[in-house]
């Protein structure tokens, strides 16, 4: 059993490139978010998903598109990066929204140049 | 928007001393729950709180939830180097579909 698996895990980009991360689950929650965490922001809601076809904003959602075309999947998807953009981005999944225990991919550490 | 307020930042202790961060929010919680984060780690779930004036207790950890349901803590006795980490509490509105998270506590400590 796996849990949420994110890759990669690091990745450097140039301003203007474009790249997804991705996040897999096995544990067939429904419940899917994006995460980016900043030196003294704590953790922020990206995306998240509550289920297959389903997804929506959380508060940082400028810059990022999501897509979840099955329930194990969760891509992040960043069409022209930005230095803003260089985080710390985690995966999270959970049976229920908010009411149950979320598990957090490794993290990627992303750093746009 | 709808946001947890948690103090403090930082918190630097002697081992054996006692450490609390605490969470407020402006209005009533549906439930709140607590994550640690190791240094270079991801969050790992310690706990949920869903009643108003719940206390529950993991060994060396006390987690309460204010009657109000719109604050709530973490206490940890004499503290050891392996609580070292950031904790962070993230809540949940009625009627609402994401969990919301505070900024976090660092926790270092002096061994």
């Known amino acids: 059993n796996a849990g949420v698996t994110q890759t990669p895990k690091f990745q450097v980009l140039k301003t203007g490139q474009s790249m997804t991360l991705q996040c897999a689950q096995d544990?067939?929650?429904?419940?899917m978010s994006w995460y980016r965490q900043d030196p003294g922001m704590g953790l922020r809601l990206i995306h998240y998903?509550?289920?297959?076809?389903?997804?929506d904003q959380g508060e940082v959602p400028n810059g990022y598109n999501v897509s979840r075309s099955t329930t194990e999947d969760f891509p992040l998807r960043l069409l022209s990066a930005a230095p803003s953009q260089t985080s710390v981005y985690f995966c999270?999944?959970?049976?229920?929204?908010?009411?149950?225990?979320?598990?957090f991919g490794q993290g990627t550490r992303l750093t746009v140049v | 928007g709808q946001q947890v307020m948690q103090i403090p930042q930082y918190q630097h202790v002697q081992e054996g001393e006692d450490f609390t961060t605490y969470c407020n929010s402006s209005?009533?919680?549906?439930?709140i729950q607590w994550y640690k984060q190791r240094p270079g780690g991801h969050p790992v779930f310690l706990i949920q709180?869903?009643?108003?004036?719940e206390v529950k207790k993991q060994k060396r950890l006390t987690f309460q939830f204010g009657e109000a349901k719109k604050n709530s803590s973490l206490h940890i006795t004499a503290t050891q180097t392996t609580d070292v980490g950031t904790y962070f509490c993230?809540?949940?509105?009625?009627?609402?579909?994401?969990?919301?998270f505070g900024q976090g506590t660092r926790l270092t400590i002096n061994p």
């Open positions: 209005t009533t919680l549906s439930n």
């Open positions: 709180l869903v009643k108003s004036g």
């Open positions: 993230a809540g949940l509105w009625e009627g609402a579909q994401k969990l919301v």
């Open positions: 998903s509550v289920g297959a076809g389903i997804t």
């Open positions: 544990m067939n929650h429904e419940y």
């Open positions: 999270a999944s959970s049976y229920s929204r908010g009411r149950a225990e979320a598990f």
